[in-house]
């Protein structure tokens, strides 16, 4: 996807774009994607994350919200399931149910990759 080309992308693809690119072992969250998507919102990534299919290759298990906790859902067990992912790339919560953001968070997309694809801020800060 060229530069030129993103205001044509529908929102949900680069929300998935940009979480395909967060690493095993590494987290981000909804805000950070928000910022790097850009004209989006928190919710809007929690939204895209919700709608995606069981057999996605979307690693959105990745994103958490920005206490370092996995957000709770109204319905199944995908919080369970989430937490499990991540525990088995390495990840690891407190007896608070956190991680780490300043160990395991992620430092966003390399900048050739923001080059060829479009809006966002060149470092997303760490929440």
Not at 34 to 49: D, E, P, Q, S, W
Not at 72 to 101: K, M, V, W, Y
Not at 107 to 122: F, S, T
Request: with cysteine; proline share 7%; aromatic share 6%.
């Amino acid at each position: 996807m060229s530069r030129g080309s993103v205001e044509n992308t529908p929102l949900y693809k680069r929300i998935y774009a940009v979480v395909r690119q967060i690493p095993a072992g590494h987290v981000a969250t909804y805000g950070q994607i928000a910022r790097i998507v850009g004209r989006c919102t928190a919710r809007l990534v929690g939204y895209a994350m919700a709608a995606l299919p069981s057999d996605t290759d979307v690693p959105w298990h990745r994103v958490i919200n920005h206490q370092g906790k996995i957000s709770p859902r109204s319905t199944g067990d995908c919080g369970i399931r989430q937490r499990e992912q991540l525990e088995a790339e390495g990840i690891r919560f407190n007896h608070q149910a956190r991680t780490d953001l300043r160990a395991v968070g992620w430092q966003g997309p390399d900048r050739r990759w923001l080059r060829r694809h479009g809006p966002g801020v060149a470092a997303p800060p760490q929440e």
